[in-house]
Nanobody, 124 residues
Framework: QVQLVESGGGLVQAGGSLRLSCVASGRTFNEYLMGWFRQTSGKEREFVAGISLAGENTYYSDTVKGRFTISRDNAKNTVYLQMKSLKLEDTAVYYC?????????????????WGQGTQVTVSS
């Protein structure tokens, strides 16, 4: 079993930046592909970004590409989401997730473990 804990959410002005962190328990962090998803109340959870086992490959949704950067530090069991040029529509609860190799990086059901989420609110 792997526990994931997100942190770094908060209130920021449009155009600002924020960095989210997700720390995983256990000794097998480097065996999982990692992803970030987000969800607004009343809407489905959507893919934001994904990263391969050693961080050599990254994937982004079209809506965040060029503004968000996903990275990981396997020595610290941590995955990050650096967000810049934030927009009002980026407001959501952001979730960290872990997936074994196989399946698709942008498919919610392929992820085995999920964090509790952290709220990001972008104001005008």
């Amino acid at each position: 079993q792997v526990q994931l804990v997100e942190s770094g959410g908060g209130l920021v002005q449009a155009g600002g930046s924020l960095r989210l962190s997700c720390v995983a328990s256990g000794r097998t962090f480097n065996e999982y592909l990692m992803g970030w998803f987000r969800q607004t109340s009343g809407k489905e959870r959507e893919f934001v970004a994904g990263i391969s086992l050693a961080g050599e490959n990254t994937y982004y949704s079209d809506t965040v590409k060029g503004r968000f950067t996903i990275s990981r530090d396997n020595a610290k069991n941590t995955v990050y989401l650096q967000m810049k040029s934030l927009k009002l529509e980026d407001t959501a609860v952001y979730y960290c997730a872990a997936k074994s190799p196989g399946g698709y990086y942008n498919t919610l059901k392929d992820y085995k473990y999920w964090g509790q989420g952290t709220q990001v609110t972008v104001s005008s």
